[in-house]
């Protein structure tokens, strides 16, 4: 199957219809949201409650860590059938736990509730990813998947500082998505039923597995390698920026909303060209200038140039993050490797502060990038390779000869 080909009806995955997409993007995001909340989150728990800064991002770590332990725990269930138990289960874990954070002010109450809470994040973003499997057109899937979570999260980050980041808002908010999702977990796509019953078949089970299992655990291996070099250089930027290329607060302030919009442009492409660029080509092309950027960013010293290569970077890098999660989706229709997919890359991000500033600290910005840089190319042929078999994988996935169950006309792609 060439990378622009359409896939056919017959491979077991369903058409994306609107109430599809409020499920599975919705569930997403609830487990991404708890990450991207984690520098309001340090400041409410400072604010309110006295923490110190190294108490609330060591409860935050905890918090990311569990939600990690959770999604790889469930990852086998939530693509074997029980993803609406895990959704369910998770979703209300997570809006009790931050629930309580929220609204009972006693600490020991607020860090069983945070961890907690991301334990029930990481259940709930385990089933979406198996349910983004079952989907026709990954990369489109996977685009409109990205570009939800980040206009959720820079609408919520803009309404924080708005109520003011306290507890209330902080976690209020997030049990509050937790809920209204909950909500949707009945119309989360099934595990396709053609995919379940020829894995079941003593047919299917004589021959050999027709999506290697090597290329799924290659790709979680690779995804979470990659995380600790792309969150590495986020950790230091603003540092990096200050240190190296003079950059003041407002300035770095730009840099990040700026690269919200560019990811917000990446991730918006790829949902509307991704099958036309070609999911190979489009992640090399990701992966080679997001390298080659991260080499700039430790030797660039003027402001204005340091801010475009971190936003270029940024941009670069919410299209390669797509593009992954779209290859995890395709190799597999049951979700097996889409479901753990965010787990192993919270593993590599929660190690990436202390990997970056050690970097920095020890070869300075400069060797840091060709550090960073080095990595990235080190993946770039696995991750191409495993890209070629996810192509492959979304035909091979189920029986070409299964009938159509779902209703064409209600699709919105």
């Not at 910005?365 to 979304?394: C, K």
Request: hydrophobic share 55%; net charge neutral.
């Amino acid at each position: 199957m060439s990378e622009n080909t359409v896939e056919p009806e017959g491979s077991g995955r369903v058409p994306l219809t609107a109430k599809r997409a409020v499920s599975v993007f919705g569930i997403s995001v609830v487990g991404f949201m708890t990450a991207n909340l984690v520098p309001v989150m340090i400041v409410a728990l400072t604010g309110e409650l006295g923490f110190s800064v190294t108490e609330a991002g060591t409860l935050m770590t905890a918090s990311l860590l569990a939600c990690a332990a959770s999604c790889l725990a469930t990852s086998r269930w939530s693509a074997h059938g029980g993803r609406y138990v895990v959704a369910r289960a998770g979703l209300a874990l997570a809006a009790l736990g931050f629930g309580a954070a929220a609204f009972v002010p006693s600490v020991p109450v607020v860090v069983a509730g945070v961890v907690l809470g991301g334990l029930g994040a990481g259940g709930a973003v385990s089933a979406g990813g198996a349910a983004l499997g079952a989907l026709r057109n990954p990369d489109r899937a996977s685009g409109i998947n990205g570009f939800t979570n980040r206009t959720i999260v820079s609408v919520v980050l803009f309404t924080i500082p708005a109520l003011g980041a306290g507890m209330g808002s902080a976690f209020g908010l997030l049990a509050g998505l937790a809920l209204a999702a909950l909500l949707t977990t009945g119309w989360l796509p099934d595990r396709p039923a053609t995919y379940a019953s020829a894995a079941s078949s003593p047919a299917a089970a004589k021959k050999p597995l027709r999506t290697p299992t090597t290329a799924g655990v290659g790709l979680l291996i690779c995804f979470a390698l990659w995380a600790l070099s792309e969150d590495s250089l986020w950790a230091v930027a603003g540092t990096m920026g200050a240190e190296q290329a003079g950059l003041d607060e407002t300035g770095m302030g730009l840099a990040l909303s700026l690269s919200t919009l560019g990811g917000l442009l990446a991730t918006a492409v790829v949902s509307l060209f991704g099958r036309r660029l070609g999911r190979t080509i489009a992640l090399a092309v990701a992966l080679v200038a997001g390298g080659l950027l991260k080499l700039l960013a430790g030797a660039v010293t003027d402001p204005g140039w340091y801010l475009v290569v971190i936003i270029a970077w940024n941009t670069l890098y919410a299209a390669a993050f797509v593009y992954i999660i779209a290859v995890a989706a395709a190799l597999d229709a049951s979700g097996r490797w889409s479901a753990p997919l965010l787990g192993v890359y919270l593993i590599g991000s929660s190690f990436a502060p202390v990997f970056g500033t050690s970097l920095s600290a020890a070869i300075g910005y400069a060797g840091m990038g060709m550090v960073l840089a080095g990595m990235t190319f080190a993946l770039l042929v696995p991750f191409l390779v495993i890209a070629r078999v996810s192509v492959r994988g979304e035909t091979d996935s189920a029986p070409r000869s299964a009938p159509e169950t779902d209703f064409p006309q209600t699709a919105i792609v």
